[in-house]
């Protein structure tokens, strides 16, 4: 029996694999160093437990030099490291003013529309037939930062 494309270019080249992953290549890239499409590559991912494992191994080792490196220059004073350390590790209280400021103005213009659809609806049931017209003015500070 013919031996499978998994067989003959992925088993024999584990550690290989699990070292370009650890390295920070792509899948796409370790799929063209094996000689194997991209599909091919997701197919065996599912298929072979083995493979995902060394993937998986891969990754995590180069995820967590990258956390430590990050973690030693944000220690060690560099602001840009230390802002994308708290806006992704306590992005409650350093999330950008400018996002939350959004966000604020999201909630009061939806409530304001709940508001006015609420006001719409009483006057239908009423039977009201005099014209009534709602302006509403959303505005923020736009000097906030």
């Known amino acids: 029996m013919a031996k499978s494309k998994y067989e003959t270019h992925v088993q024999d080249k584990l550690i290989l694999i699990e070292g370009w992953a650890r390295d920070g290549l792509t899948e796409a890239q370790i799929a063209k160093n094996l000689g194997i499409s991209i599909d091919t590559f997701y197919t ?4 072979y437990t083995e493979f995902f494992e060394v993937l998986k ?12 490196a990050l973690h030693k220059a944000a220690v060690n004073g560099n602001v840009t490291a230390m802002i994308f350390w708290l ?3 306590k992005p409650q209280a350093w999330k950008d003013r400018k996002e939350a400021q959004e966000i604020e103005l999201a909630k009061r213009d939806q ?3 709940e ?8 006057k239908l049931e009423s039977g009201e037939k005099e014209e009534m017209v709602i302006n509403i003015n959303i505005t923020g500070d736009n000097d906030a930062t």
């Not at 065996?44 to 298929?47: A, G, L, P, V």
């Open 111 to 113: 409530e304001l529309k």
């Open 57 to 68: 191994r891969g990754k995590e080792v180069a995820d967590y030099e990258v956390e430590n």
């Open 44 to 47: 065996y991912k599912k298929k």
């Open 87 to 89: 806006k992704n590790r």
């Open 115 to 122: 508001k006015k659809f609420e006001l719409e609806r009483k």
